[in-house]
Nanobody, 125 residues
Framework: QVQLVESGGGSVPAGGSLRLSCAAS???????????MSWYREILGKERELVAS???????NYDDTVKGRLTISRSNVDKMAYLEMNSLKPEETAVYYC????????????????WGQGTQVTVSS
């Protein structure tokens, strides 16, 4: 009922900046609003880790390693989430994923995880 598509990845030198975008699309007949949206990253050989999240009320949370350098934002009208990344480090080379939770079966207390396809970010030394 909802699909997430990331864009904006690419290659930058150390210290460079990128702005990632996540577009959410709802299928016909879907009337639920999108709640908390998050950005995760998967560094090669490591498990996927949470980078930042933002609630539908724009409450933000960041991993300590990115606080002050990365900024998450969203537009509820446009159904978009963004991740502004500054002062990037080579060790942050990863596939970055957009994520949200969606009610299972059209409602209730159970939710499923929804992931985008990911966008590659490469930070060179």
């Amino acid at each position: 009922q909802v699909q997430l598509v990331e864009s904006g990845g690419g290659s930058v030198p150390a210290g460079g900046s990128l702005r990632l975008s996540c577009a959410a699309s709802l299928t016909s007949g879907t009337f639920f609003s999108i709640k908390t949206m998050s950005w995760y990253r998967e560094i090669l050989g490591k498990e996927r880790e949470l980078v930042a999240s933002i609630s539908n009320g724009c409450r933000k949370n960041y991993d300590d390693t990115v606080k002050g350098r990365l900024t998450i934002s969203r537009s509820n009208v446009d159904k978009m989430a963004y991740l502004e990344m500054n002062s990037l480090k080579p060790e942050e080379t990863a596939v970055y994923y957009c994520h949200t939770l969606w009610p299972e079966g059209g409602g209730g207390n159970r939710f499923i995880q929804v992931w985008g396809q990911g966008t590659q970010v490469t930070v060179s030394s």
